[in-house]
């Protein structure tokens, strides 16, 4: 296919509720979604960096520029497939999520012209994921409304619940809540908030029979994962730290790895993220999806991930419902059994609604052979 154009629209959403987590709190949503045009049709990604680099490195401003100035130059105006972007875009160092929405979106234009679905095409063996959720620290810091957001929770059917954890908000928190549901698949995520000198004191989460706890030290301190995955019964469950198949190996290797959270945009994009998967099957290690606050866009692409057969974990694959009370594409969502369809349209299936877009974009950015113009909304931030 030839890519003929990229638009780059900034759009707004509002959360339905504030999400902290030991690095920060988001109150909005505001994303960067990508538009292909191309001879054999349209396609739709979605950048899965945040508006400050809080969770790694990348934020949407750097995103924007990386998009602009190195790698959609990249793919424009040639003939190409999807699945040569990633030795396309190789050369550029880092910024994954901005490699990985660019994938995507391209991804999406050739399935859509050929009528197949992303899940068919990653090889998905399921037609329904089971859904997890996590669950921010609360802002007023109360035992009280975090139970009442679990209760919420499992009222409405997730099947695992993930608790954000930091220091100050670990052992009695996850006391509260595996009390309160014993048989509940229980996990917790510390976003690299404590360090080698806090190893004592996180063996007592061991205490909760925990299917996992997520990346609690910082994503470079590999020793520091392997001196607690040593001592902890729960397994060790890297995120910040897995970055390409190559590192997820040595990781494993090393003995600071025991199961894998896969999130397409860390890794520069699902092709990577299904290479990973498959090696992930091959050394007996378990995976499951990742989320990174999606729109319907991202949302749709991690489901049909999930139901690759070694996501044998439930992921964060929550309903559109958990973040947004409009979503900007039809929502996914979630039955009451706490079981998400697999959706089956071409590409992931579902394609922003041209009047939310329109409404909630606050800017575009569009990128053509010939050049390059920038448009703001009105009355947008
Ligand atoms: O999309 O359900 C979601 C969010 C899941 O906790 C989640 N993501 O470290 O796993 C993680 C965090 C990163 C994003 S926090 C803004
Ligand atoms: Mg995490």
Redesign the pocket.
Known sequence: MIIDSVTIHRVALPLVRP?R?SFGI?YDKDVLLLEVTSDVGVGWGECVA?PAPL?SHEFNNAALLALHDHLIPRVLDRDIDAEDVPRLLGPVRGHPMARGALELAILDAQLRASGRSFASYLGADRSAIPCG??VGIPADDSLETLVADVDGYVAEGYRRI?L?IEPGWDLEPTRVIRERYPEMPLQV?A?QAYSRADIEHLVALDAFDLLLI??PIHEEDYLGHKLLAERMATPMCL??SILSVDNADSLIDYGACEVI?I?AGRVGGYLAARDIHDLAVSRGIPVWC?????TGIGRAANVALAALPGFTLPG?T?SST??FATDITEPLLMDADGMMAVPTGPGPGVTPLPELLDELTIARYVTTASGSTTSFARSGA
């Open positions: 999400f987590t988001e945040a969770y959720v996590s993930k954000k995520d976003n997520e990346q995120d910040e959270n999130k990742g989320g990174m606050v999606e964060d929550s958990r973040f």
